[in-house]
């Protein structure tokens, strides 16, 4: 499900300590004196290069400036930070792993202090490659030996860019083309420009679609007649109105005079199928369910001008169309990971709007993690007293520690968490919307928040005299001296799943968010029990799992615990009338092939309706086919494939382009080209860059029908490591998604099943520029200004250099190109590029939305 994160634990920092100015010896009595302020201290980070040594790693270098006016001191203090491993390389410095991703760098005895002025640089080599600034440590504090229980926040930290592209461009990324603007222009010379007239207009592509030589006149004054079936969709649409207008249409169920908007029941189509005809006289649409309704509706507002969310509107034109639509897939879900960065309701909201637009129907909700959980239960407050709050602390008892550079106060988005009133709201919203909301609680690995909470609770009450009481909702054997790192490096984040009290745990979790649901009138058939990223090592050590091994006879060994935790949590669900959802490793087991342990499907939850997000379709990994060999072996399927839907990852590979990479680089193109039943076809680089040869696919397993009727829909995720602001939010968010909603509510592309290549590629590139001019014209403006605004990101340019002349190109069609050619950076009223440049020592290209706001600036050097 997640990243093989980078900072991996059993390793040291390599720290070669180099003085630019002056060491000065200070006494034992000088250094707890805290004469020096931690706020003084300033800190840059800068990657050196990628081919560092004969292994997979990367170089780079931390310097420290005091600018104070006292030395710091010898000893006695520590400097915390997250994301930065490696290899010591000086005495004078040791790194110190606390736990995830969470180090200290301390100064040992040969350290022997730093003159104020003075500037020291530590160098440091570390495993893997550092692509882009999302590499760099981040959240550093400082900490004095003498008053352990207090974080202070340094002065300044700042991570210097790297211009030159080859330093990530070396080793594993060596076949990857370089420089990036060259890429780029490269990917954008197909984009052509088309005309108004000759695109779709309702978003995502519909089933059928024609244009009628007419238009309709709406305005707030047109009232909306709806069948009573429809009474919620109605009171919808006339406060969408209002957002435009300025005040709600009336809603009436008698027929009114016409010009109207009708909302009209019939008995095809079916499901969330609708029919839509706008003419001079009337906008109707018409279902059989609520939801069709509610999707025609969505498509009314498409077919607005994008920008009729800006300003107050008196009237506007909609333009007469014809439309019958049904989704490919009932199943088009979204995952928000709220638990490594928290998101507030109001954010929640506005996803949920982005959602509706797009015709999304599944909010899969992410939260609770290692290092977070966000939602309130009633009769478990430790939950969200400790479980939702990060902060520096020595022994997690009062808040957790901690982690992707939060710091060392308990502030957004470390931390923070939804009421019950809070959440009820959030399920309410979600209903209004045809959105189903599926909880997610992350069981039995990635739950050091749930762990960490129930332990307070213990302590709490074993000093009230009430052993029994703490006992029950435990979820660590004490006794147990098992040693174990997960993938992001925690120790102490597996629930014991041999204890009882795990299950009185999760049962009063489900029964509390199921009453939080049944108040909201929200439907919940499945419950997401996560699953994933178990390590090795777990329960080994552990008297609870003895016991257990000892008195039960299909329990031979640990091996074992896992179908043994998960078929008492799948009775669980039952009992209360909720299916099992999980991650792909519920639907897998160990078995030995020659001698070698490989993951096979497991068939002990198959055909008790268990529904599997598969994620592991990297490219180049040799997994591509899992989705297809769960749903073949019966598993209902959802494609939440790495390689195409993970938002987090970024962009395109240029430092300054924030985001993961261990999947690979993921821009709009990725969930649009992606083919559900025959991923194989155009998968064919690998995260690298790297191209696969025509037979690497050819022993990988392809669905079968039965297979086929298991895939039950396609998820964009969107993890939270990164996301430090809303900001960042939707810039990893946007336009992504609108490639997931293209690729899950619209019909199958000729593209798809072409077998000729030539044909293939003409016909793909056709549907792709259709694409990206529907999105760049009408969608992202649109977003400008609807739910508030979304600050998507906006493409950076692509250049390349043809007899002397400069020539640029973007992306998306409705952007404007910007350059100087003096060094300054483009502003909205630079000069915009039209034709090509003669040369110039240095051009600067950047890419403007019609809202004036800019994208990233690129640099072309001659």
């Known amino acids: 499900m997640r990243l093989p994160n980078h900072t991996r634990i059993q390793r040291g920092l390599v720290i070669a300590a180099c003085l630019i100015f002056g060491i000065v010896q200070l006494s034992q009595a000088q250094s707890t004196d805290h004469d020096f302020n931690p706020e003084a201290l300033d800190v840059s980070w800068k990657l050196v290069d990628n081919a560092y040594g004969e292994s997979v790693q990367y170089h780079s270098t931390l310097t420290l400036t005091n600018t104070g006016d006292e030395p710091i001191p010898a000893e006695g203090w520590s400097l915390y930070l997250n994301n930065l491993a ?25 350290f022997k202090g730093l003159e104020p002025g003075a500037t020291l640089e530590l160098k440091v080599t570390s495993p893997g490659l550092a692509l882009n600034v999302s590499s760099s440590p981040y959240g550093l504090y400082w900490v004095w030996d003498s008053k352990p229980d207090d974080g202070i926040s340094i002065g300044e930290y700042t991570v210097e860019q790297v211009d030159d592209h080859e330093k990530i461009s070396l080793g594993l990324q060596a076949d990857s083309p370089a420089p990036m603007y060259e890429t780029v222009y490269q990917q954008n010379k197909q984009i052509k ?17 024609e244009e009628l030589d007419q238009e309709f006149q709406l305005s707030a004054d047109i009232p909306i007649q709806y069948n009573p079936d429809f009474s919620n969709e109605a009171a919808y649409f006339s406060k969408e109105l209002e957002n435009i207008f300025g005040r709600k249409s009336e809603v009436k169920t008698e027929p009114t005079a016409t010009p109207k908007i009708h909302l009209r029941k019939g008995e095809e189509p079916s499901g969330e199928g609708y029919e839509l005809r706008v003419t001079d006289d009337a906008i109707t649409i018409t279902a059989s369910q609520p939801a069709g309704i509610f999707y025609g509706i969505q498509s009314v507002k498409t077919l607005l001008p994008p920008s009729a969310w800006a300003s107050e509107e008196s009237s506007l034109v909609v333009p007469g169309v014809e439309v019958t639509d049904a989704p490919r897939f009932g199943y088009r879900s979204f995952m928000q990971d709220v638990a490594r960065n928290f998101r507030t309701k109001e954010q929640i909201l506005k996803t949920l709007d982005l959602m509706a637009l797009y015709k999304l129907n599944v909010f899969h909700f992410h939260f609770n993690d ?54 009820i709201d959030i399920l309410k919203y979600a209903t209004e919307r045809h959105i189903r909301v599926i909880p997610e609680i992350e069981t039995p690995g990635h739950a050091r928040a749930a762990i960490k909470s129930m332990d307070a609770r213990y302590r709490r009450l074993m000093k009230q005299g009430k052993e029994q009481e703490a006992k029950k909702y435990l979820l660590r054997d004490p006794g147990d001296t098992s040693t174990y790192r997960s993938v992001q490096g925690w120790d102490d984040n597996v629930i014991n799943v041999a204890l009882p009290s795990t299950y009185a745990f999760l049962e009063k979790v489900v029964d509390e968010l199921a009453a939080m649901y049944d108040e909201a ?56 009338g909720f299916a099992l959802y999980g991650w792909e490793e519920v639907g897998m087991r160990e078995a ?18 268990v529904q599997l997000d598969v994620w592991n379709n990297l490219v180049g990994s040799g997994d591509e086919d899992l989705a297809y060999r769960l749903a073949n072996g019966g598993y209902k399927v959802v494609l939440s494939g790495v390689s195409n839907f993970y938002f987090d990852l970024a962009y395109q590979k240029a430092f300054p382009e924030p985001g993961l990479y261990w999947g690979g680089f993921q821009d709009l193109e990725k969930p649009f080209s992606f083919i559900p039943y ?54 990893m968010l946007l336009p992504k998604l609108l490639g997931l909603a293209e690729r899950a509510w619209a019909p199958q592309p000729d593209w798809a099943l072409e077998a000729d290549s030539s044909t293939w590629n003409s016909e793909y590139n056709r549907d792709w520029n259709r694409f990206v001019n529907k999105v760049g014209m009408r969608e992202l403006p649109r ?3 609807y739910s508030g605004g979304f600050e998507y990101r906006i493409p950076t340019a692509g250049a390349t250099v043809i007899n002397e002349e400069v ?35 240095m051009i600067k290209f950047r890419v403007f939305n019609r809202s004036g706001r800019g994208g990233r600036t690129i640099k072309v050097e001659l």
């Open 193 to 209: 420009s088309l005309s108004a007239d000759e695109l779709t207009k309702v978003f995502p592509s519909p089933v059928a679609y």
């Open 521 to 576: 009138g929200a439907p919940l058939y499945r419950i997401h029990m996560g699953g994933d990223e178990v390590p090795a090592g777990v329960w080994e050590q552990s008297p609870v799992v003895d016991q257990l091994i000892a008195g039960n006879p299909d329990v031979e060994s640990t091996g074992d615990l896992w179908s043994y935790f998960y078929q008492k949590v799948n009775a669980l669900l039952k009992e209360r």
């Open 807 to 841: 020539k640029a190109n973007v992306q998306m069609p409705g952007f404007t190109i910007r350059y100087t050619t003096d060094g300054s950076e483009p502003t909205i009223n630079s000069r915009e590029y039209i034709r090509p440049i003669p040369s110039e020592e």
């Open 86 to 110: 490696g290899e010591v390389q000086s005495e004078q410095f040791e790194l110190i792993h606390k736990n995830g991703d969470l180090f200290t760098i301390n100064p040992t005895s040969a």
């Open 783 to 785: 977003l400008d200004h």
């Open 370 to 423: 290692d290092e977070g959980w966000r939602i309130e239960i009633p009769g478990l407050p430790e939950l969200t007293e400790v479980g939702s709050e990060r902060g520096h602390t020595l022994d997690n008892h009062e808040r957790l520690q901690p982690s992707y550079g939060s710091g060392p106060d308990s502030t957004y988005p470390g931390s923070g968490y939804y009421s019950t009133e809070d959440f």
């Open 678 to 731: 025959n991923f194989y076809k155009n998968a064919r680089i690998d995260r690298f860059g790297r191209k696969l040869n025509d037979s690497y696919y050819q022993d990988m397993e392809r669905l079968t029908d039965e297979g086929r009727a298991n895939i039950v829909g396609i998820q964009g995720l969107l993890w939270g490591e990164k996301l430090i602001s809303r900001e960042r939010q939707e810039y």
């Open 592 to 609: 030995l092939w020659s001698g070698e342990s490989h993951s096979v499907v497991d068939s002990a939850f198959a055909e008790q309706d």
